[in-house]
């Protein structure tokens, strides 16, 4: 048995005045909170640090929308939690607007172990949503505006005694997301989210937006033997509400623990990384029963 307890550390809304400072005394609470409970990682929401910004259009204000970005990470406000889960002994993912020294703009994670050092970055390769003012919304959804698709794909990392990767919300909805990890042995994918419950293309999966939540993160364990923890920014935010009901996923695709509020809330449990095993080596003994030159139009093929 190789068990690593995890928290998953939800935040409720964060608000456009809410200072990168007072976010971050946040994070800190539900960290010192995560290591009293002997956690060993602590997983936090995308876009972690702000309000979720690409719901507004801003090309009326270049100054407030540079702000969002990090510039470095850590960086002269984060570098306070980086301290904190050193000397705490305790690793985490969040997620974050960075801005490259190049200026490139991606919608992206860090893995730091518990020596703080960055084991792992990830910059989000599924972006939804539209690049233009679309004022008829009663919310924008600018991610494709603001950010480049991440050009590195998913990798993993071997850290906390196991193989960790990371994706960032609607990459959750992607089964290749969970393959292409799963080819390379991942145990524990870890994914923050912000997902408002009005989806305005279609209002008719407004009242999914749970289901699917769960349908698509307990798919991804079970088909390919790995934990997840799906870690949220919930509640009403600046006036639209988003989806909370963290969760932390088994092997099996069982939901092991959930968060019940849509604020700040820790989740934790011990994730036994040796019950992947289970999975890759009967059901899913991807060497004996994979058919890769059957998938060829996954690989070769956008759509239909
Ligand atoms: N942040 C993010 O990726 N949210 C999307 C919202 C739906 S697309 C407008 C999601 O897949 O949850």
Known sequence: MRSLRIGAAQLGPIERTESRTQVIERLIALLRQASDEGCELVVFPELALT???PRWYLDDNPTELDAYYETAMPGPETQALFDEAQSLGVGFYLGYAERTPQGNRYNSSVLVE??????GRYRKVHLPGHEE???????QHLERRYFEEGPDGFDVSDAFGGVIGMALCNDRRWPETYRVMALQGVEVILIGYNTP?????????DALQSFHN????????????TWIVGVAKGGVEEGVDSLAESMIIAPSGQIIAQATTSQDELVVADCD???CKHY???LFDFDRYRRPEMYNLIAETKSE
């Open 197 to 205: 419950m009005h989806y305005a293309p279609d209002p008719s999966q």
């Open 133 to 139: 003012h679309e004022p008829d919304r009663p919310f």
């Open 280 to 282: 890759k080596e009967t």
């Open 51 to 53: 309000t979720f910004f």
């Open 114 to 119: 518990r020596d703080g050092s960055i084991v």
């Open 273 to 275: 990384l040796d019950w």
């Open 214 to 225: 769960q349908l698509v993160m307990q798919a991804g364990a079970y088909q390919n033997g």
